[in-house]
T-cell receptor, first 111, second 114 residues
Framework: AQSVTQLDSQVPVFEEAPVELRCNYS??????LFWYVQYPNQGLQLLLK??????LVKGINGFEAEFNKSQTSFHLRKPSVHISDTAEYFC?????????FGTGTRLQVFP | DSGVTQTPKHLITATGQRVTLRCSPR?????VYWYQQSLDQGLQFLIQ???????AKGNILERFSAQQFPDLHSELNLSSLELGDSALYFC?????????????FGEGSRLTVL
């Protein structure tokens, strides 16, 4: 069965610093991976997705993620964060008929 | 604005009661998904409808039911409510039944059971 593990529940970082949010997946079949962001009091919004092709995926708001099959990882990165990036970030994997979400990583950006 | 509308935004009720949550998908989207978000369980998939038909079922309790109407809006019915049902319920919509496309989430309905 497919699953994702987000290794950090909270990531504090200062503004303009780089950040990496970690996600590992488990899947016995071809894998489709996603990152969604949830800003306070809002629904989830797609940041980026990997379906096939280039392992480096670029998304909105300057985020990117790299699909690493050998390490079964799909880490999210941003070279320089802003205060407005403070949010909850969810990694998700295709679960045949649904998306299976990780437990989320709270990114807190400090001035 | 995702284009997905959920009502009500907040709901407070008592144990044993029944509530109905409503979702209007984005214009043109045929799929509707329901998710439950709670602090201890995270985001849990409940059920998916595509063009009026149930397509997939997740961890949905027997006390819960849902349907998608001909105009494509969906309702999630929660009955015999328990304290543990307090959560944020999200609706998401998509163009097709394949969720490898983008899902668009509403802002959620926050249910508090007292």
């Amino acid at each position: 069965a497919q699953s994702v593990t987000q290794l950090d529940s909270q990531v504090p970082v200062f503004e303009e610093a780089p950040v990496e949010l970690r996600c590992n997946y488990s899947s016995s079949v071809s894998v489709y991976l996603f990152w969604y962001v949830q800003y306070p009091n809002q629904g989830l919004q797609l940041l980026l997705k990997y379906l096939s092709g280039s392992t480096l995926v670029k998304g909105i708001n300057g985020f990117e993620a790299e699909f690493n099959k050998s390490q079964t990882s799909f880490h999210l990165r941003k070279p320089s964060v802003h205060i407005s990036d403070t949010a909850e970030y969810f990694c998700a994997v295709d679960g045949t008929d649904k998306l299976i979400f990780g437990t989320g990583t709270r990114l807190q950006v400090f001035p | 604005d995702s284009g997905v509308t959920q009502t009500p935004k907040h709901l407070i009720t008592a144990t044993g009661q029944r509530v109905t949550l409503r979702c209007s998908p984005r214009s043109g989207d045929l799929s509707v998904y329901w998710y439950q978000q709670s602090l201890d369980q995270g985001l849990q998939f409940l059920i998916q409808y595509y063009n009026g038909e149930e397509r997939a079922k997740g961890n949905i309790l027997e006390r819960f039911s849902a349907q998608q109407f001909p105009d494509l809006h969906s309702e999630l019915n929660l009955s015999s409510l328990e304290l543990g049902d307090s959560a944020l319920y999200f609706c998401a919509s998509g163009r097709t039944s394949a969720h490898t496309g983008e899902l668009f989430f509403g802002e959620g309905s926050r249910l508090t059971v007292l």
